[in-house]
């Protein structure tokens, strides 16, 4: 029932894009994405419903594909605070409201 | 600040021992949530309380409870503890019960069993 994330890491030079892919194995009701700097607390970025939607948030969006049952996070023109672990969370219609996060993908970007 | 607040910062104690980790929600969120996060790990759900009831559980082991108080603040419970309970463990809140609402976390609590 985790979300498989991918890639698992990712090192970027600033200004270059990066996407970041999340799959469930089960019907997708929500997904959540957060980002966790090294020492901190994860940090909540978007939350996306079942329908299709695309979410904006400065130069990082997300997409949420309900029948390939996946989601996947865009950073355009990356900056150096992008950097971090990427988590995303997913949460299954008809289940329980617990938020399961998949192991995270690792994005350095460097100067 | 997430409005989080989680007590203590730092926890070290030894093998067979029991623990209390404490969690204030933000102000108005009445859903709490408790993960645990191990060197190289991701996030492992552990359980969610919503208004002082339990709404949903995950990989919890028996050895571990938790409960959600009428004031909101809620407290996880870990004994007989072995080494590989070391890590760090996240409490957080959101406004609602459902899975449309953002989740704000804590600064955890760093347990080392030792």
């Known amino acids: 029932q985790q979300p498989v994330q991918s890639p698992q890491a990712v090192i970027l030079r600033e200004g270059e894009d990066a996407v970041i892919n999340c799959s469930s194995s089960?019907?997708?009701?929500?997904v959540h994405w957060y980002r966790q700097k090294h020492g901190e607390a994860p940090v909540f970025l978007m939350i996306?419903?079942?329908?299709?939607e695309q979410k904006g948030h400065d130069k990082i969006s997300a997409s949420f594909n309900e029948k390939k049952q996946q989601s996947s996070l865009y950073l355009t023109a990356s900056q150096l605070s992008y950097s971090g672990t990427y988590f995303c969370?997913?949460?299954?219609?008809?289940?329980?409201?617990?938020?399961?996060f998949g192991k995270g993908t690792k994005l350095t970007v460097n100067p | 600040d997430s409005g989080v607040t989680q007590t203590p910062k730092h926890l070290i104690t030894a093998t067979g021992q029991r623990v209390t980790l404490r969690c204030s929600p933000r102000?108005?969120?009445?859903?709490v949530y408790w993960y645990q996060q191990s060197l190289d790990q991701g996030l492992q759900f552990l359980i969610q309380?919503?208004?002082?009831?339990?709404?949903a559980k995950g990989n919890i082991l028996e050895r571990f409870s938790a409960q959600q108080f009428p004031d909101l603040h809620s407290e996880l419970n870990l004994s007989s503890l072995e080494l590989g309970d070391s890590a760090l463990y996240f409490c957080?809140?959101?406004?609602?019960?459902?899975?449309?609402?953002?989740?704000?976390f804590g600064n955890g609590t760093r347990l080392t069993v030792t």
């Open positions: 089960k019907a997708l009701y929500s």
């Open positions: 969370g997913t949460g299954h219609q008809g289940g329980s409201e617990k938020l399961v």
């Open positions: 102000s108005g969120d009445l859903s």
């Open positions: 309380y919503y208004n002082g009831e339990e709404r």
């Open positions: 957080a809140s959101s406004v609602a019960a459902g899975l449309g609402s953002p989740l704000h």
């Open positions: 996306l419903l079942k329908g299709g």
